[in-house]
């Protein structure tokens, strides 16, 4: 059994996510190696259009639809915990990140889901290749 579970926020978030992805999350937090939160699943368009101003998303949520949007929610954003460790801040820590994207990675393969990483869009395993690095998030291909 782990040693971590989803806070109430968390789950409010990963209740909007499609069930593949509630699924892997849960399994990847169950192997408790790493604790993590739930940050985003549903999004809303004036949220999507904040994340595409901020250069966050290259989708703007209007002449295309950010996975984000559709209900259920066909991404998920998650983000290590503690937020700092050794006096590094977590948006600043892509090890972090990595170590997350192996877990969510092979609990998707697990539950037998193919996920998308925001680190490696063309999932190469060289995310030195993307444009974009939106290390929290994972899709549904």
Request: with cysteine; proline share 3%.
């Amino acid at each position: 059994m782990s040693r971590f579970s989803f806070g109430e926020a968390s789950a409010r978030k990963l209740a909007t996510c499609d069930e593949r992805l509630q699924r892997v999350a849960r399994r990847a937090l169950a192997y408790g190696v790493m604790d993590f939160a739930i940050t985003e699943g549903l999004r809303t368009l004036e949220k999507q259009q904040e994340e595409y101003r901020a250069g966050r998303s290259q989708i703007d949520g209007i002449k295309t639809l950010s996975k984000h949007q559709r209900l259920p929610s066909e991404a998920i954003d998650v983000l290590p915990h503690p937020a700092v460790v050794n006096g590094v801040n977590v948006w600043n820590d892509q090890q972090r990140f990595a170590v997350l994207a192996g877990l969510m990675m092979a609990a998707a393969a697990d539950e037998g889901v193919t996920l998308r990483w925001g680190g490696d869009w063309d999932g190469d395993g060289n995310n030195a290749d993307s444009t974009l690095h939106d290390m929290p998030h994972f899709e549904l291909v």
